[in-house]
């Protein structure tokens, strides 16, 4: 591990082009609730990659879109279940919305509990009471490759990760993925619904892809390096837990014991560290 490993202050937001027609949205500063999104280009055809959260956000996305291109987006891709990467499906009518299979199912049990969200994101509470939820229409189980004008699409589900029905959308040619939120840079991974040692597991498979650039749910745009960084992040996590779920001790109290210093101290959310721990005793226990 490099001795210093520093944490950037600040990234640009709003649409940045990776390859002609490949586009990352980025949302400073990835907290909880503000994702990222991206567009892909081909054509007259264009595809969206998740739909971000509240109407304000939605809108500020559809806005850049309009401003590089005047091609139909005529598919959304949802990389998972949470309300912010499909709170603002409702704002596209026109497209065709896929998802995994797990993806949809997840979406349609979980809901819009918008008084649960509005505890965890209080700032938001009005914006949630506008959301329309819209559920994928075409679903897909292992692979699924879309051609969008001159582009070529792969939608892959490597297992179980950050949710049960996370997707990764990958354009070989250009060496872009969307890693949704099986990938967060610089921010501590959202653990809510998560398998930790699937989701270790789904970053090992992502890593033998061919990529030079890699969009997170959550984050700047970065690369293989970085979502190394996070797996390493993931595997501490793992290794501590255990040791302590081993030692007899509570989750509560090995999570306040827990210390992922140096580096990791760094990276915004750390309070999500506890629900980590959570989810680690839960797949020690067998329950998950
Ligand atoms: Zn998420």
């Known amino acids: 591990m490099p001795r210093r490993r520093t944490v950037p202050r600040r990234w640009h937001g709003g649409l940045q082009e990776l390859a002609p027609g490949v586009y990352a949205y980025i949302q400073p500063t990835g907290a909880t609730g503000v994702s990222n999104a991206g567009l892909v280009v081909g054509g007259d055809e264009a595809l969206a990659v998740d739909s971000l959260m509240v109407p304000r956000m939605t809108r500020a996305f559809r806005r850049a879109i309009r401003r590089v291109t005047q091609a139909r987006v005529r598919y959304l891709v949802n990389t998972h279940f949470h ?10 009518q026109e497209a065709t919305i896929i998802s995994h ?30 959301i329309h939820l819209v559920p994928a229409s075409i679903t897909y189980e292992d692979k699924m490759i879309l051609y969008v004008g001159d582009k070529e699409v792969h939608l892959l589900y490597l297992g179980r990760a950050h949710t049960q029905g996370d997707t990764l959308v990958y354009l070989p040619k250009e060496k872009v993925l969307f890693a949704g939120d ?21 970053a090992d498979l992502a890593q033998q892809l061919d990529v030079e650039a890699i969009v997170p749910g959550h984050g700047p ?27 007899g001790l509570p989750p509560e109290e090995a999570a306040q014991r827990l210390r992922v210093g ?14 980590l721990v959570q989810r680690l005793y839960m797949e020690l226990r067998g329950e998950i």
């Open 83 to 92: 309300v912010d990467h499909v709170g603002g499906n409702q704002f596209f």
């Open 101 to 130: 299979v797990n993806c949809r199912r997840e979406l349609l049990e979980f809901g819009l509990p918008i008084d649960l969200l509005s505890q965890l994101m209080p700032r938001y509470a009005q914006g949630f009471r506008q």
């Open 182 to 202: 099986v990938a967060f840079f610089y921010v501590t991974p959202g653990p809510y619904h998560c398998h930790v040692s699937g989701w270790i597991r789904v």
């Open 221 to 247: 745009v970065g690369d293989k390096k970085l979502l190394r960084e996070m797996r390493e992040y993931l595997a501490i996590v793992r290794r501590e837990a255990r040791k302590m779920f081993r030692e």
């Open 262 to 275: 140096g580096y990791y101290a760094q990276w915004a959310e750390p309070s999500r560290l506890p629900i």
